[in-house]
């Protein structure tokens, strides 16, 4: 479960720590664009390409480390529009293993009205970065599928 700070009404979180059911990382499976993803790690990396082997080989990965390595390793051949399309692609694959999965959906909706803050201290975008000055875009999608499930439930 996420780590709730109550004098700072934060909501911690860490893309990368699987244990948790809020994380890319974390691995519960779901169906989406003709696919099954181990995680949404796994399908966000593998849609940064083109390329429908170099999908199938990040989607086949043995677990969400992997899978970033090969997507890593392989970022010449990124699709150039990857960074207009980046959240709607983590968005997607974050609200589908919310609604695939109901405990982590509740996970999501018990951090109630809290902000949430993705703790990266090196990723400046998806995280908070050291300073506290990242974008916290991770958080950001978190509580907007937060938002849209409550939507879908009211």
């Known amino acids: ?31 989406l664009d003709g696919a099954e993803w181990l995680s949404v790690e796994h399908y966000y990396q593998a849609m ?8 199938e080989a990040i989607r086949a990965a043995s677990d969400p ?17 990857w960074k207009t399309l980046r959240r709607v692609i983590m968005t997607r694959g974050v609200y589908r293993k919310c609604i ?8 999501l ?15 400046y975008f998806w995280g908070c970065g050291r300073d506290l000055r990242g974008d916290n ?4 999608v978190l509580m907007q599928v937060r938002e849209r499930l409550r939507q879908a439930s009211a």
């Open 137 to 140: 875009a991770y958080g950001k």
């Open 1 to 31: 479960m996420p780590f709730s700070s109550a004098q700072e009404d934060l909501v911690r979180v860490s893309r990368v720590d699987a244990a948790n059911p809020l994380a890319a990382y974390s691995e519960h499976g779901f169906s």
């Open 48 to 55: 940064k390409f083109n390329d429908p082997a170099l999908r």
């Open 65 to 81: 480390a992997q899978a970033r390595r090969i997507a890593k390793k392989n970022r010449n051949k990124m699709r150039k529009d």
């Open 100 to 107: 695939t999965h109901s405990g982590v959906a509740a996970a």
């Open 109 to 123: 909706l018990a951090t109630g009205e809290h902000r949430i803050l993705e703790t990266s201290q090196y990723d």
